[in-house]
């Protein structure tokens, strides 16, 4: 037997070694079991997160089908009206009323109409309940907590690119959207204040539509994150 293989040998056959080499089998064990048993409670973690935050959008989603709709229409009230607005004053033929009327049925509420002759009428009327914009009801409470818990720094780029835009755009509709309901409180009788709110509202729109684009696409970039 050759001298380094006796050394071998002797060490693995005294009581020292033995328990020096189970002690180190031991270590790198329990090291293996602790990184598993970490990653796994990575990896559940970063299911229920990714749950929240598909929950969150589908949410969103939902309540963006329902208001774009709704704001679209306003825009075309606002519109319809400003082209019969003479200063202050609703003004236009019953003809041109009949037409509003049947388009937008309760968008004004007639109260009282005076003949201005040549066949023009100005109408007094109600639109209150109307012209309102909601408050948009848009969230990102998941993606926030995401930031917060340390877990992002395990997802893809992709993946966090696609959230930060998110919430990045849902944060500056929200700020526009506060803007707005301020804008219509304040909002005048005359054509310019009309037209003025209308431009806004369809900017506003606009932004929706983006970001319901972006919600669309949420399975494709939401399949980076797992």
């Not at 893809?156 to 849902?170: A, P």
Request: proline share 1%.
């Amino acid at each position: 037997m050759s001298k380094k293989k006796n050394i071998i040998y002797r060490f693995f056959s005294s009581d020292w070694g033995l328990t020096l080499s189970a002690t180190l089998i031991g270590v790198f064990l329990a090291l293996f079991l602790n990184e598993w048993v970490a990653n796994r409670k990575v990896k559940a973690q970063k299911a229920i997160a990714l749950e929240n935050i598909l929950a969150e959008i589908e949410e969103n989603e939902e309540h963006l089908k329902k208001t774009i709709p709704k704001d679209s229409t306003l825009v075309a009230i606002i519109s319809s009206l400003s082209e019969y607005l003479e200063e202050d004053d609703l003004i236009a033929t019953p003809e041109e009323m009949s037409t509003f009327q049947h388009e937008f049925p309760d968008a004004l509420a007639i109260t009282d109409s005076i003949s201005l002759g040549d066949g023009k009428y100005e109408y007094k009327g109600s639109m209150e309940g109307v012209l309102n914009l909601s408050i948009l009801s848009i969230s990102t409470i998941a993606i926030k907590t995401l930031k917060s818990s340390g877990l992002s720094a395990t997802f893809d780029f992709d993946c966090l690119k696609y959230l930060e835009t998110l919430e990045n755009l849902s944060n500056e509709i929200i700020l526009l959207n506060k803007d707005l309901i301020n804008d219509f409180m304040e909002m005048g009788n005359s054509k310019e204040d009309k037209e003025r709110l209308s431009l806004k509202l369809n900017l506003f729109i606009n932004y929706e539509k983006g970001l319901f684009d972006i919600y669309q696409s949420k399975e494709e970039f939401l399949q980076n994150c797992k």
